[in-house]
């Protein structure tokens, strides 16, 4: 959402429950509109992006005639868009609404010791993308101390470095590093980290310090010493 004006209008459709009792909803931020289904799709976007106003589109004035129970993104979604770049408040086109659906994501888990984080996607190149965040990454590297740390998948099967480029590694070799997305992401080097490392969606990486004795910092803040 960064990287488009304010005030874009965005519409989603990725929609299996059409026509079914989920919601068409109109949202809006600081930033932007966001017009779709009830069904989780904003999840993502509005754990960055805080709403400020919320509706059901109930108002049928604002929709296409007869719309199709198998066509929302067509008949309900892209006339409320169009409505909405006109100017019309999103109070008039729908009732206010308090809580949306929100999806189950999983959550890193952090400690000194390292974060355990999940793997969300696989893209088509076979890299396998995390929900550890570059931002979560630092916080916890600055709270605790931690100088070189690693990359622990497949079970503990492979330790990896964590690097800036494709091209840190030699062509064929794995390593960790922080993505378009800047989220951690298992790659390799010229191939597919899905195969090589056999991962797959809901697996489990380990950020971890290499260090097994805390440093004199950390120990005061966990009362070691």
Do not use: C
């Given at each position: 959402?960064?990287?488009?004006?304010?005030?874009?209008?965005?519409?989603?459709?990725?929609?299996?429950?059409?026509?079914?009792?989920?919601?068409?909803?109109?949202?809006?931020?600081?930033?932007?509109?966001?017009?779709g289904?009830?069904?989780?799709?904003?999840?993502?976007?509005?754990q960055?992006?805080?709403?400020?106003?919320m509706?059901?589109?109930?108002?049928?004035?604002?929709?296409?005639?007869?719309?199709?129970a198998?066509?929302?993104?067509?008949?309900?979604?892209?006339?409320?868009?169009?409505?909405?770049?006109?100017?019309?408040?999103?109070?008039?086109?729908?009732?206010s609404?308090?809580?949306l659906?929100?999806?189950?994501?999983?959550?890193?888990?952090?400690?000194?010791?390292?974060?355990?984080?999940?793997?969300?996607?696989?893209?088509?190149?076979g890299?396998?993308?995390?929900?550890?965040?570059?931002?979560?990454?630092?916080?916890?590297?600055?709270?605790?101390?931690?100088?070189?740390?690693v990359?622990?998948?497949a079970?503990?099967?492979?330790?990896?470095?964590i690097?800036?480029?494709?091209?840190?590694?030699?062509?064929?070799?794995?390593?960790?590093?922080?993505?378009?997305s800047?989220?951690?992401?298992?790659?390799?080097?010229?191939?597919?980290?899905?195969?090589?490392?056999?991962?797959?969606?809901?697996?489990?990486?380990?950020?971890?310090?290499?260090?097994?004795?805390?440093?004199?910092?950390?120990?005061?803040?966990l009362?070691?010493?």
């Amino acid at each position: 959402m960064d990287y488009f004006p304010e005030g874009t209008i965005h519409v989603a459709v990725v929609d299996p429950g059409v026509g079914t009792v989920r919601k068409p909803i109109a949202v809006r931020t600081a930033q932007a509109f966001f017009v779709g289904p009830d069904n989780g799709i904003f999840t993502l976007v509005l754990q960055r992006h805080k709403p400020l106003q919320m509706v059901w589109l109930d108002r049928p004035q604002y929709h296409l005639p007869n719309p199709s129970a198998t066509f929302h993104g067509r008949d309900i979604f892209a006339p409320v868009a169009a409505h909405i770049a006109r100017g019309v408040a999103l109070e008039d086109l729908g009732t206010s609404i308090t809580r949306l659906q929100r999806l189950p994501l999983p959550r890193i888990r952090v400690d000194w010791l390292g974060i355990r984080a999940t793997v969300v996607h696989i893209d088509r190149f076979g890299n396998a993308i995390t929900n550890l965040t570059y931002t979560d990454y630092e916080a916890w590297r600055t709270r605790w101390d931690v100088k070189e740390p690693v990359v622990e998948v497949a079970a503990g099967r492979a330790l990896l470095p964590i690097g800036r480029t494709y091209a840190d590694v030699p062509h064929g070799q794995p390593l960790a590093l922080f993505g378009s997305s800047e989220r951690l992401e298992i790659a390799v080097n010229g191939g597919s980290a899905a195969q090589m490392l056999h991962l797959r969606r809901g697996d489990t990486v380990r950020v971890l310090r290499r260090e097994s004795t805390p440093p004199p910092r950390v120990q005061r803040a966990l009362n070691l010493e």
